[in-house]
């Protein structure tokens, strides 16, 4: 009885609620889905970001669904990855929708979103991660080149304060250099003089990375991919150097989109436009064009100063064409040769070369393979309107392989490397303006005479290392260069050594020693001066060098060295040009003005480097700290080299902060380099390089802010070099009393100087 009296209200309640649910779930299941088609970019630009994980989550003021509720998106459409344009598509229903959107380098986005039934299109911008700069680099695990070396890339090539924006300029912030004249870029890299230092871009020798004075790189700065820097002791691959290497490269346009920026400081312009074309062609043009004159004239109104250069680079299919260019000229009013010429006259200095560049590459299992050929124009004009032209044609190719040896503990790598360089060049003089009054054809000595020059070069290097960290790596390298110019063939051997041990995951120790050989040089690398002199036979130079690297907590990095370089007929620049009794004399078969700048000498150089560096973080820059001592052999004795500076200190920090904003500040303090006082009443009985310049104490700042907006991005920076108003000091002067020169009144030639640098730079 009791059974009949409930079954009936229950058997209809029953009913009742599977059909509101059947009606419910019907009637859900038959509304039109919704289409989200999706695109992803990077904030500030229009560059589509690829492989971008798309994520559904629950609405914020829904529950989480069920697993079999209609209302969930099914598990394959939960998670999608945006394609190689950026794109996504998601089949989903109709109301209110949370995304959420990861990308590696970029800060995560959360997103609610309200779809309607049918197609829904949008688009997300992605903000990069704090200090993921849009030109970062990929850094090959595999090094090109053994031995110590320092790699810088990404934002601290165009942000550090003391290099003006340039990525080249930063190689007088690092240990082992030292920089002997203010604003030149001139640096002596552990106690060489600065003609034995060589500068490589994209592979090909160029006489110069920088422009003079003020001016910035010869390459764009944000295309180049990275720098890595060999004070001394590496292997064979590079070779016609005696002292230290800069190795610059350039990357390829980016391939997800149109790029330009538009770049205006106080002193030049720059441009880049970088576009993906079809058949998988990558093209980038870019250039400066320096105006510095009102600055220069407001430390020497006798002094002015242009530059310009321009880059153009194509690729596709592992083929690369480069065309390059940089010119500088420097001009001086000269009163006496006004006087002479009885109307105004201007000393220029005139520096320009060109390049044309052709590379090919390919790789396969284990293996690698290049060939290129350069070829190149060189002009460069010295004070009175001579100069020398030279034309070039460089040819290379080199090939690598890695393989396997064992298994286990003690299995272990090798890696096999060789490698030809040829070039041959035609110099001629050339007399670049046609004022009788300037052209004096005896100034350029052997450089004023027409002759033919070759190179030729070969090397194999062989790398081995273990499996395991904790043994010993091994390179053992070997070069032969051959050199002729008009009658005079020169031959040099050099044998090359490079050991490392990581002894703990923290600590590794290094050591390199090896020969090091190249023809004369002028003392500061100059287009179209090379393959000159030999007649005076090769410079050569022995490295030697041990250290050790420490990984430490807080994102550290330290780094010692000690290094003893020993050099034989180098070919040192007189930097003081008054008389001097103690000194080598010039050679005796070279005339005009390379004989009055040039001299050999025999001397050593030895000292300590120090690094301390931070590269992630809110807070990073290093603490690079150089003693050495350079010493040459002259006529009275071994004595302190004209550009010896016992101590060089650099502190670099740079503070990220909220708003984008970045503070940067550089300390600097160099021992001052010697000069040689005479001792009156004529000088007889002096010494060379018997005092020196005061010390150089210089503070640098730099402030950047960037704005992000959808498709463009905007930075706005602030630098000042020298902020201290300190003095340049290139010498010492004797004041002319009538017909008499006051030895015992020497005077300090130098000025004080303060450069600051603003600008903006717009980028899409």
């Known amino acids: 009885m009791s059974v009949s009296r409930w079954a009936l209200p229950i058997a209809v309640l029953a009913s009742l609620t599977w059909g509101l649910l059947l009606r419910a779930s019907t009637a859900r299941a038959d509304e039109a889905p919704a289409i989200l088609q999706g695109r992803v970019f990077a904030r500030g630009s229009i560059a589509r970001i690829a492989a971008a994980e798309i994520r559904i989550e629950p609405a914020a003021q829904a529950a989480p669904p069920e697993a079999d509720d209609v209302r969930s998106p099914s598990r394959e459409a939960a998670s999608v990855l945006s394609n190689a344009d950026g794109d996504f598509t998601l089949k989903v229903p109709a109301g209110k929708l949370r995304l959420r959107i990861i990308a590696a380098g970029f800060e995560s986005l959360r997103q609610e979103l309200v779809l309607r039934p049918g197609e829904n299109r949008h688009e997300f911008l992605l903000r990069r991660t704090r200090g993921n700069s849009p030109f970062a680099t990929v850094v090959r695990a595999d090094p090109p080149h053994q031995g110590q070396q320092t790699s810088l890339r990404g934002e601290e090539l165009t942000t550090l304060p003391g290099s003006l924006g340039d990525p080249f300029r930063v190689m007088g912030l690092l240990p082992g250099v030292a920089t002997p004249v203010p604003l030149l870029p001139v640096f002596v890299v552990r106690g060489a003089s600065p003609g034995m230092n060589g500068f490589f871009l994209d592979g090909m020798r160029v006489p110069q990375l920088f422009h003079l004075l003020v001016g910035g790189g010869i390459a764009h700065a944000r295309l180049v991919d990275q720098i890595d820097f060999y004070p001394g002791a590496y292997d064979a691959s590079l070779g016609r150097y005696g002292g230290g290497v800069m190795v610059g490269r350039t990357r390829a346009a980016r391939a997800d989109a149109w790029h330009g920026e538009l770049e205006v400081k106080l002193y030049d312009v720059s441009a880049l436009l970088e576009a993906p074309l079809p058949g998988g062609l990558r093209v980038s043009l870019s250039g400066h064009y320096g105006y510095p004159g009102p600055i220069v004239h407001a430390i020497d109104s006798r002094v002015d100063v242009g530059y310009w250069d321009y880059h153009l680079r194509l690729d596709v299919r592992g083929l690369t064409v480069q065309v390059l260019g940089s010119y500088d000229q420097v001009t001086i009013v000269d009163p006496n040769l006004s006087a002479m010429a009885q109307k105004p006259v201007d000393n220029t200095f005139r520096v320009m070369f060109h390049r044309l560049q052709a590379v ?405």
């Open 360 to 764: 090919y590459r390919h790789s396969g299992h284990g293996w690698q393979v290049e060939a290129g050929a350069v070829g190149g124009v060189d002009e460069m004009t010295i004070f009175q309107g001579n100069g020398v032209r030279k034309l070039s044609l460089n040819m290379r190719a080199l090939a690598s392989y890695r393989t396997q040896i064992g298994t286990g503990e003690h299995g272990a790598w090798l890696r096999l490397r060789v490698g030809i360089d040829g070039e041959i060049s035609r110099f001629t003089a050339e007399n670049f303006d046609p004022d009788p009054v300037r052209a004096r054809p005896d100034d350029l000595g052997e450089l004023g005479t027409s002759r033919d020059g070759m190179v030729g070069a070969a090397y194999g290097v062989a790398t081995i290392g273990p499996l395991h960290p904790g043994r010993l790596q091994l390179t053992l390298s070997g070069r032969v260069d051959v050199y002729r110019a008009a009658t005079v063939t020169l031959l040099g051997f050099d044998p090359r050594l490079q050991l490392r041990s990581q002894l703990t995951s923290w600590l590794t120790l290094h050591g390199g020693v090896g020969i090091y050989q190249q023809p004369p040089s002028f003392p500061v690398p100059l287009p179209g001066i090379d393959t000159f002199a030999l007649q005076l036979g090769l410079q050569r130079a022995t490295h030697l060098a041990l250290g050790q690297e420490a990984t430490l907590p807080w994102n550290l990095f330290f780094a010692l060295t000690g290094f003893y370089q020993r050099y034989e007929k180098s070919n040192d620049v007189v930097l003081d040009f008054t008389p001097q009794l103690c000194t080598s004399p010039p050679p005796e078969s070279l005339t005009g003005y390379i004989a009055q700048v040039m001299r050999q000498v025999d001397g050593v150089s030895y000292g300590m480097e120090l690094m301390l560096r931070r590269q992630r973080g809110r807070v990073t820059g290093w603490l690079a700290y150089t003693l050495g001592r350079a010493e040459r052999s002259y006529t009275c004795g071994l004595r302190p080299a004209d550009y010896d500076q016992t101590h060089v200190l650099n502190v670099v920090l740079q503070l990220r902060l909220p708003w984008n904003l970045m503070l940067g500040g550089r300390f600097f303090y160099s021992t001052g380099r010697p000069y040689t006082q005479l001792i009156p009443p004529d000088g007889a009985g002096t010494v060379r390089n018997n005092q020196r310049i005061p010390d150089t104490i210089q503070f640098d700042v730099r402030i950047d802010r960037e704005w992000i907006f959808r498709r463009f991005a905007l930075d706005v920076f602030l630098e000042v070099v020298n902020t201290t108003f300190g003095q340049a000091v290139f010498g010492i002067a004797y004041p002319r009393q009538g017909n008499i020169t006051r030895f015992d009144m020497p005077q300090l030639n130098g000025f004080n100087w303060i450069l600051p640098s603003i600008g903006v730079r717009g980028r899409f």
